[in-house]
């Protein structure tokens, strides 16, 4: 029925459609404004969202926000060698092995070419080191480009975030660590 009360010669079939298409679109326009479109990770803007989240229920839970910054090395150098293509099938590998390796409760977004960050809920310090761990085996198997093992490593800047810090906060000092941890390694 139409707003009037008259049913429509189609039934009201024409008008499902439309709100069919509509739905389609909203959750189109939904992916790409939240969603990284070359990894279907969170993009930033909602990446600040759900770290104000996590640092909001640390508060009330007690419990800490690990921010994991990862960034990979010498990403320039897989572009050069193997093509932009290539480059972004590195990217969308490492977002697959690092999805693995964490909760579905927890963040994941890429916010950079070749940087993304995570964050987790932990109880304590041991969890901490246990999750640095499973992220770095993340980078112990070279991926397969077309035939040719790319090896990948990554520096990883981390910080615990508490329930007082902003999302800007905890973010910008989790790429300070990393560019610490960067500056810190010798050259290859």
Do not use: W
């Not at 790319?150 to 990393?178: H, N, Q, R, W, Y």
């Amino acid at each position: 029925m139409s707003d009037n009360g008259v049913t429509p010669p189609d039934g009201g079939l024409r008008a499902a459609a439309g709100d069919g298409r509509r739905t389609g679109r909203f959750k189109l326009l939904t992916r790409l404004t939240l969603e990284d479109p070359q990894t279907g990770l969170v993009n930033q803007l909602l990446l600040h969202d759900r770290l104000a989240q996590a640092l909001t229920r640390s508060k009330r839970r007690g419990d800490r926000v690990a921010v994991f910054y990862i960034d990979l090395d010498q990403f320039q150098g897989v572009n050069e060698r193997h093509g932009f293509e290539a480059g972004n099938a590195v990217v969308r590998v490492v977002a697959q092995r690092l999805a693995a390796v964490i909760r579905a409760e927890d963040t994941l977004s890429r916010v950079g070419g070749d940087e993304f960050v995570a964050v987790l809920s932990i109880q304590d310090e041991q969890a901490l080191g246990l999750l640095t761990r499973r992220f770095q085996t993340v980078f112990d198997e070279p991926i397969n480009i077309e035939g040719t093992a790319v090896p990948v490593s990554a520096c990883f800047g981390i910080v615990m975030g508490e329930g007082a810090d902003t999302a800007e906060d905890v973010l910008a000092k989790a790429d300070e660590a990393m560019t610490l941890a960067k500056d810190q390694r010798p050259l290859r």
